[in-house]
């Protein structure tokens, strides 16, 4: 911790002395390679000695162009949560929480390579599909980590995969876009201790607290293998005509939630023993499309709409009642999302969006179905609204935000947020994480751990 | 006889292939030509209509009322595409500081004046290109003390303008690197009014250089007559083929003191760019 702080404090003095350019910069900038440290430091609203988080993070950047078809990128990032260091609430929390889980430290590192009309990017990477903010519904080839709740930036909170994106654009504003992805990982949760730990990772633990002292516990992972022929695969098509962009999408690849059984044994024929399994091996099919358009004339001129539909065939649910697991069935999901933007009084960008997730059932065998990050009682119809609003005064240099999401269960989160630009290479920035709502809904669950925040983010 | 006329059709074929759509003489003003045409030919100089293709490494200077000065590099390329509805393709990206590196933004401007531009946006913080409702005309726009209407969605159609007469340019100090420019250039002043009622401006002047139709300076004045804003502009001729470009731009807002200058480091013409590079695809490739 300390050596991390020395390293920050020298950095800091150097850049304040001048290094305003980017760290390094190959002759006739071929290449650039870029530094970023970020310090955040999170407290409850209603205990300002309760800390929540306190992440420093360093993340270099690199990029090399070897000519005007073949480049590479790199992308590293190491961080550390000290908050599960000090005593407190969150002292010891689950095993690696606090820092990078896996290989997940190398966030991107990719060839590209391009014979205009082809391009293949081959390399671990981010893709992003869909039109939607802040909730993720055709935003599905890489998996999520949520240990803060998928309250970072997104570009963050995606776990990126190992694979080859492929395309071709056989006419200049269309594409066609095969992705290949060998790689499988699982979706990242806090644990039962942890600062921002999901309802159902709470009630699985106590149930599994409540089992005798004599019950020995084991656990097993099911992943697929990483290998092309068990691997994931997709396929977009993206277009503008007149105005209009649209993409059609398809992926058949793998759930990113796994489904979990408990069985009994006895071990050795004389311990007896719980086998929790998480199996990550379900297959599932989404097909979906999205679609942008601006208004360019007319009264509602400068009014942008959106839209992305997603079906799911075979996602997995777990059923039990009253919060306890007795299985995993699956259904057939439909999503859809309508969104309206729009700027205000010169420079007020607003945006709104309407959720819609459908679900072809709601029971099986007399169970409820549950919504896998609360074990709440799923509904056929879920509803969600997001409000964004966003600002910026002193030439974009003061940049006040604030994003309210509403869910039908009456549960609110509401993130104000204001960041301020000290100089080219300083962001400071504070904000708070609001949660309303009973403890089985979505941001309910979160309403002991309304957090305010600050940071910055030096970078060169 | 038939040889020489087959061959004059593919040298012919050939020669056509060979010229960027879009691509023609630079227009310069001429005797008798109205106001609205002379500003036209300037309009068409800002834009390098005249050019299939135009590529600009660029570094701002957002100076603020203090003179604490924040520094931006960006690159920034446009295509004149040969479509019915599309006049042109913009194309932006920020490269330096660090914090902002990758910013990038995509525009469509069609020819009908009255029709907004579509307009992506890509997000590092995102990782995506996002459709983005067009700023407003009279926004400030990329910290600047220019508006958004002054840097990328003027047209001469959305103006009804008066010639003031023709008069030798007073000169122009710039307060970046002192230099004075082009005292005593002979130039048609120009008062140019808005059509759009909520415009935040009364009028502009424009002094527009009678050799090129170059906009040396603008000034921009308030609903109650008073100059609020001046900007400056000196041009070159880039090689090779002499096309005249803006190198330095100053804008002051003299109401908060804050000042904007872009100098233009590098710009390349006609590079044959590919216009795929205008898509969103494209920007979806970016890697910051």
Redesign the interface.
């Given at each position: 911790m300390v050596r991390i702080y020395l390293l920050k404090t020298l950095l800091y003095i150097l850049v304040m002395a001048g290094l305003s350019s980017p760290l390094y910069a190959w002759e006739g900038n071929r290449g650039a390679l870029n530094c970023y440290l970020n310090t955040e430091i999170g407290t409850h609203t209603r205990d300002f000695s309760g800390l929540m988080k306190l992440y420093n993070s360093l993340q270099v950047k690199g990029s090399y162009t070897y000519n005007r078809n073949i480049s590479i990128f790199i992308n590293i990032k190491k961080f550390y949560d000290s908050v599960y260091d000090i005593s407190g609430q969150y002292r010891n929390g689950s095993p690696g929480i606090a820092t990078n889980t896996g290989n997940t430290w190398l966030r991107e590192f990719f060839i590209d390579v391009e014979r205009r009309p082809l391009f293949a990017r081959i390399g671990r990477q981010q893709v992003v599909w869909g039109s939607s903010d802040g909730v993720r519904a055709l935003d599905c080839i890489n998996p999520g980590d949520s240990r803060y709740a998928y309250l970072d930036d997104a570009s963050e909170y995606r776990i990126p995969l190992w694979m080859a994106r492929l395309e071709a654009s056989p006419v200049p504003d269309a594409t066609l876009q095969v992705l290949l992805i060998p790689d499988y990982e699982p979706n990242i949760s806090a644990g039962p201790g942890d600062v921002f730990a999901f309802r159902s990772t709470k009630l699985a633990a106590e149930r599994i607290a409540g089992l005798p002292s004599f019950i020995r516990i084991a656990e097993k992972n099911r992943t697929p293998l990483n290998d092309f022929q068990n691997g994931s695969y997709a396929l977009r098509w993206q277009q503008v005509i007149d105005g209009w962009e649209y993409t059609l999408n398809y992926k058949y690849g793998y759930e990113a939630y796994p489904q979990g059984a408990g069985i009994f044994a006895l071990r050795d024929r004389r311990t007896p023993t719980l086998t929790l399994t998480k199996d990550y091996t379900k297959r599932i099919n989404i097909f979906g499309a999205s679609f942008t358009k601006a208004v360019t004339a007319g009264n509602l001129s400068g009014l942008t709409v959106r839209g992305e539909f997603l079906y799911t065939r075979g996602k997995p649910f777990p059923y039990g009642t009253n919060g306890q697991v007795t299985g995993n069935t699956d259904i057939s999901a439909y999503t859809y999302i309508l969104g309206l933007d729009k700027i205000f009084f010169t420079d007020v960008l607003t945006s709104a969006q309407l959720i819609q997730f459908i679900h072809s059932r709601s029971r099986y065998q007399g169970n409820d179905l549950f919504f896998p990050a609360t074990f709440a009682p799923l509904h056929r119809v879920e509803t969600m609204a997001t409000f964004r609003i966003s600002t910026h005064f002193f030439a974009e240099r003061l940049k006040p935000e604030l994003l309210m999401i509403y869910d039908e269960r009456s549960d609110w989160r509401i993130s104000p947020k204001v960041s301020y630009e000290v100089n080219n290479n300083l962001w400071i920035y504070a904000g708070l994480h609001l949660f309303y709502g009973k403890e089985h809904s979505l941001f309910g669950q979160f309403s002991d751990d309304n957090m305010i925040y600050a940071g910055q983010t030096l970078s060169f | 006889m038939v040889k020489w006329f087959v061959m004059y059709l593919l040298a012919a074929a050939l020669m056509c292939a060979g010229i960027p759509a879009g691509a023609g003489e630079v227009p310069v003003p001429a005797q008798g030509m109205s106001p609205e045409q002379i500003v036209t030919v300037w309009y068409d100089i800002e834009y390098t209509r005249f050019a299939r293709d135009y590529k600009n490494y660029n570094t701002f200077f957002?100076r603020?009322r203090n003179g604490?000065t924040?520094?931006r590099k960006a690159f920034r390329a446009r295509i004149v595409i040969a479509e019915p509805?599309i006049a042109y393709k913009d194309y932006a990206v920020f490269l330096?500081?660090?914090?902002i590196?990758g910013v990038a933004m995509l525009s469509w401007h069609?020819r009908?004046p009255?029709?907004?531009?579509?307009?992506w946006f890509y997000l590092?913080?995102?990782?995506?290109a996002?459709?983005?409702?067009?700023?407003?005309d009279?926004?400030?726009t990329?910290?600047?003390?220019l508006t958004v209407e002054e840097m990328t969605s003027w047209r001469p159609q959305h103006e009804t303008f008066r010639l003031l007469g023709v008069q030798p340019f007073p000169g122009y100090v710039s307060s970046f690197d002192g230099k004075e420019s082009y005292r005593g250039e002979r130039c048609y002043v120009i008062e140019a009014f808005p059509k759009r009622k909520n415009a935040m401006r009364s009028k502009r002047i424009l002094w527009l250089r009678t050799s090129d139709g170059c906009c040396l300076l603008q000034e921009v004045f308030d609903k109650a007559g008073k100059i609020y804003k001046t900007i400056f502009r000196r041009f070159a001729r880039i090689s090779p083929q002499e096309y005249p470009a803006i190198v330095f731009v100053e804008a002051k807002d003299l109401r908060t003191g804050?000042s904007t200058i872009i100098r233009c480091d590098k710009i390349v013409f006609n590079s044959g760019i590919?216009?795929?590079e205008f898509?969103?695809?494209y920007l979806?490739?970016m890697?910051?």
């Open positions: - | 957002l603020d604490a924040r520094e509805d330096t500081p660090a914090s590196k069609y009908n009255d029709r907004e531009r579509e307009q590092p913080s995102m990782r995506k996002r459709r983005s409702s067009p700023a407003e009279d926004e400030n990329l910290g600047t003390v804050e590919d216009e795929a898509s969103i695809d979806q490739r890697k910051w």
